[in-house]
């Protein structure tokens, strides 16, 4: 069984930043590319960030440059580093990962449980 926790979520003034971070565990063969998403009030979710298995990052044009997704291949763990927030910003955060597990021989697509992020004015 595979299980992805985010950490990090929190209430920021505008200006402000927040680390979130997004462990994975279980019976883990393998990862390939990870992503941040996120919900905000009334909206689908949307995609902000993604890493691929060899590093590769991109972004949504509206976190460009205040927004960084990293990764500790050794952890098991991705992170999002979002700088300059803005009330905007607000809205559950997601992790996502394609990972195979020991018992299945496909990758598959796993989520989080999500992490409040609250930007004041």
């Known amino acids: 069984q595979v299980q992805l926790v985010e950490s990090g979520g929190g209430l920021v003034q505008a200006g402000g930043s927040l680390r979130l971070s997004c462990v994975a565990s279980g019976t883990i063969f393998g990862i390939n590319n990870r992503a941040w998403y996120r919900q905000a009030p009334g909206k689908q979710r949307e995609l902000l960030a993604t890493i691929s298995r060899i590093g590769t990052t991109r972004y949504q044009d509206s976190v460009k440059g205040r927004f960084t997704i990293s990764r500790d291949v050794a952890k098991n763990t991705v992170y999002l580093q979002m700088n300059n927030l803005k009330p905007d910003d607000t809205g559950v955060y997601y992790c996502?990962?394609?990972?195979?597990?020991?018992?299945?021989?496909?990758?598959?697509?796993?989520w989080g449980q999500g992490t409040q992020v609250t930007v004041s004015s």
């Open positions: 996502n990962a394609e990972i195979r597990d020991t018992t299945a021989p496909v990758f598959r697509d796993y």
